[in-house]
């Protein structure tokens, strides 16, 4: 069944992955000017796996979330259809 | 100290065309205090995290905004 994207559960895995980005941004520029912080490295690799891992799942079923050979696509190609960030 | 916020007194002239402002406020965010940010700090939740504008407690800072009931 084509998973209609204006669904909740689009929204919830996309407010997740926003979620995760947003630790990910702030662990990333934390580490920086903190190389040597272990736990920081770790909960960043920890975190940066779940981030992937949702994506993975994510576009499983709502189609690519980057392109230019960032994320796989079904057939008929999936990139240039609706809804487009803007429209969600 | 309390809050972020701090108060001054704009100049008032002799000549100044509207009423004088009783004061102005302005922010003095945490991180002005933390030269070097430590490790290990609490962090908030990821949801928190996202909701407060940043990771760790320490550097929140609220900036209410002044038109719902601030300004004055």
């Not at chain 1, 980005?21 to 796996?49: C, G, K, M, W």
């Not at chain 1, 994510?58 to 960032?70: A, D, I, W």
């Not at chain 2, 996202?50 to 407690?57: A, D, I, N, Q």
Request: overall charge negative.
């Amino acid at each position: 069944m084509e998973a209609n994207p204006c669904d909740q559960r689009y929204y919830e895995m996309l407010e997740q992955l926003q979620t995760l980005d947003f630790a990910l941004v702030e662990l990333n520029l934390y580490l920086n000017t903190h190389p040597d912080d272990l736990r920081s490295i770790e909960q960043f690799n920890q975190l940066t796996q779940e981030r992937t891992k949702l994506a993975n799942q994510f576009q499983e079923l709502y189609g690519p979330l980057q392109n230019f050979g960032r994320a796989y696509s079904k057939c008929p190609w999936e990139w240039n259809q609706t809804p487009w960030p803007w429209q969600v | 100290m309390e809050s972020q916020l701090r108060r001054y007194t704009p100049f008032r002239g002799p000549f100044d065309p509207c009423p004088p402002v009783p004061f102005k406020t302005y922010v003095v965010p945490p991180n002005q205090f933390i030269t070097f940010q430590p490790p290990d700090l609490p962090q908030f939740s990821l949801q928190e995290a996202l909701k407060y504008g940043t990771l760790w407690p320490a550097l929140f800072s609220p900036y209410e905004s002044k038109c719902k009931g601030g300004g004055k």
